[in-house]
């Protein structure tokens, strides 16, 4: 779901606020037609009030430095030129939180020196009080700048600090409420999000597009909290204010669906199980089987992907459901296509309780991504079907060592497809579409570049013996710092002399895989 930016908000353009030149640039390609992520969409009209500084630096430039005022404005438009410039993504984040942070330095400098007997005449109480109000306003604004880049940059519980941390200092517009939700939806805190987007959605200067981002805000909150027919009608008030919006019609869509599976008067099985709570209408026996599983795999999703248990991501349960074949059936959508699916707006997982076997390898699967999702709001498709496909066929050995097995199923198909010629290139794989991933031949090359270099010899790079060794690593770490399908492809195999010679190491090592 990839709705469409509006980069410069009614309620500024009523202020008569310019446009900083790279915010003015940033916002002149967003409009030409770039479809953004969910976290574009969101955080954007934020992010063009804080490039010009907010009302706090204009209204107080006699009392405010200018280093202050000009952190703000390059703040905000390094924001939004890494919403424009993906491709320098996390450069442009990074410099964003700089600027940032350089301005609550001059903005504690400020207020350390208004107190100094020795800085000068001393302030009399009205400049004083002016000079504290100002000092709060853009205290505030450059800390929702630092939570922006934060949560562009994927450090989700600094960002959520940086959140609280505004709102003391001052209330922000109401459009500040927007990056609260946002923020505290991915820290797993549905309450808190459902709370800020209302307050954004009782605010009548808010723009039309910004109430309908409020109410998308606000039905993901409540479907994550199981109110699924308030959610829905969520969704209409989105739709109502933008009748295009993709990303109404899809949550619309998820509300309805969840709607439609309904407990009453079913005695279910339940297992929890750190951070999942398995919900079972087939009897006991699934779910312990589906938990006895977990309970082996949680330990190597934690392990190759950590999450601190301090962490709020880590505190989020997510659901999942094991269902007879009439209550899936009824769901529709991705249960049309598949056995089992994971929901991510609405965080739960779905699976088709037919076969023990069968399902309890499709919830590993489902969970992984589950696990991977609380990390990363949108993880690269080939990584994260690829990684759910090794670990749904990892194994524990007698003394508890895992074991990666190749992946049957995708190992046989993929070996197929390759002797028939039918290759996948390693680059188009890396920024392959959710939808490409469906198919066959897709799926089963994210499982072998996955468990290739998974299993390659840690620590290489340009002169090491082993060509594909410790690309993985570099991979998955601009990834996990906030860095786009592209920067990550860049850091992890750009130093490629020779791509197809890696092609062809991967291609022998997958056709020796299983005596193939």
């Known amino acids: 779901m990839r709705p469409g930016t509006d980069c410069w908000p009614d309620c500024v353009r009523a202020r008569g606020a310019?446009?900083?030149?790279?915010a003015g640039r940033a916002a002149a390609a967003a409009r030409r037609g770039?479809?953004?992520?969910?976290?574009?969409?969101?955080?954007?009209?934020?992010?063009?009030?804080?490039?010009?500084?907010?009302?706090?630096?204009?209204?107080?430039?006699?009392?405010?430095?200018?280093?202050?005022?000009?952190?703000?404005?390059?703040?905000?438009?390094?924001?939004?030129?890494?919403?424009?410039?993906?491709?320098?993504?996390?450069?442009?984040?990074?410099?964003?939180?700089?600027?940032?942070?350089?301005?609550?330095?001059?903005l504690a400098r400020c207020a350390a020196g208004s107190q100094d007997p020795g800085a000068g005449a001393p302030p009399d109480a009205a400049e004083q009080a002016a000079l504290a109000a100002a000092v709060a306003r853009a205290r505030a604004e450059l800390e929702r700048a630092r939570a922006a880049a934060l949560l562009g940059l994927g450090r989700v519980p600094e960002a959520l600090a940086a959140c609280r941390r505004a709102e003391a200092a001052a209330p922000g517009p109401p459009a500040a409420a927007l990056l609260e939700a946002a923020v505290s939806l991915r820290a797993g805190e549905p309450a808190a999000a459902l709370a800020a987007a209302e307050r954004a959605r009782a605010a009548a200067e808010l723009g039309v597009r910004e109430r309908a981002r409020a109410a998308l805000l606000a039905g993901r909150a409540l479907l994550q909290l199981g109110r699924a027919a308030e959610a829905a009608t969520a969704a209409e008030a989105a739709l109502a204010l933008a009748p295009l919006e993709p990303a109404a019609r899809a949550l619309r869509a998820?509300?309805?669906?969840?709607?439609?599976?309904?407990?009453?008067?079913?005695?279910?099985?339940?297992e929890r199980l750190p951070g999942l709570r398995i919900l079972s209408e087939v009897g006991p026996g699934p779910a312990r089987a589906v938990a006895a599983r977990l309970r082996e795999l949680l330990p190597l999703f934690q392990r190759r992907f950590p999450l601190?248990?301090?962490?709020?991501?880590?505190?989020?349960?997510?659901?999942?459901?094991?269902?007879?074949?009439?209550?899936?059936?009824?769901?529709?959508?991705?249960?049309?296509?598949?056995?089992?699916?994971?929901?991510?707006d609405e965080r739960a997982i779905f699976a088709l309780a037919e076969h023990t076997p069968e399902l309890v390898r499709l919830v590993a699967h489902e969970a992984f991504h589950a696990h991977l999702h609380r990390l990363v709001e949108e993880p690269p498709a080939w990584l994260d079907e690829g990684f759910a496909d090794r670990f749904a066929a990892a194994r524990l050995l007698a003394d508890g060592t895992p074991a990666f097995l190749p992946h049957p199923v995708r190992l046989r198909d993929l070996q197929i497809h390759l002797r028939a010629g039918r290759e996948v290139r390693l680059r188009e794989?890396?920024?392959?579409?959710?939808?490409?991933?469906?198919?066959?031949?897709?799926?089963?090359?994210?499982?072998?570049?996955?468990?290739?270099?998974?299993?390659?010899?840690?620590?290489?790079?340009?002169?090491?013996?082993?060509?594909?060794?410790?690309?993985?690593?570099?991979?998955?770490?601009?990834?996990?710092?906030?860095?786009?399908?592209?920067?990550?492809?860049?850091?992890?195999?750009a130093d490629a002399a020779d791509l197809a010679a890696l092609e062809a190491a991967w291609h022998d090592r997958i056709q020796a895989l299983g005596g193939g």
Do not use: I, K, N
């Open 18 to 22: 310019a446009e900083p030149p790279r």
């Open 34 to 106: 770039r479809r953004g992520t969910w976290r574009a969409t969101l955080l954007v009209p934020l992010l063009a009030m804080l490039a010009a500084a907010g009302g706090a630096a204009r209204a107080a430039e006699a009392v405010l430095p200018e280093p202050v005022r000009a952190a703000a404005a390059e703040a905000a438009a390094r924001l939004l030129s890494a919403e424009a410039e993906p491709a320098q993504r996390r450069a442009h984040l990074g410099a964003a939180l700089a600027a940032a942070e350089r301005g609550l330095l001059a």
């Open 254 to 270: 998820h509300a309805q669906r969840r709607a439609r599976l309904r407990y009453e008067g079913v005695a279910l099985s339940e």
């Open 308 to 344: 601190s248990p301090g962490d709020p991501r880590a505190r989020f349960t997510v659901p999942v459901h094991l269902l007879a074949p009439l209550s899936y059936a009824r769901l529709g959508g991705p249960a049309a296509r598949a056995r089992a699916f994971y929901q991510r």
């Open 429 to 493: 794989l890396c920024l392959a579409s959710r939808q490409q991933l469906y198919e066959e031949r897709w799926v089963a090359a994210a499982w072998g570049w996955v468990h290739v270099l998974a299993e390659s010899a840690a620590g290489g790079g340009p002169g090491a013996r082993d060509p594909l060794a410790g690309r993985l690593e570099r991979y998955l770490a601009a990834v996990l710092d906030g860095g786009s399908p592209e920067e990550a492809w860049q850091a992890a195999f």
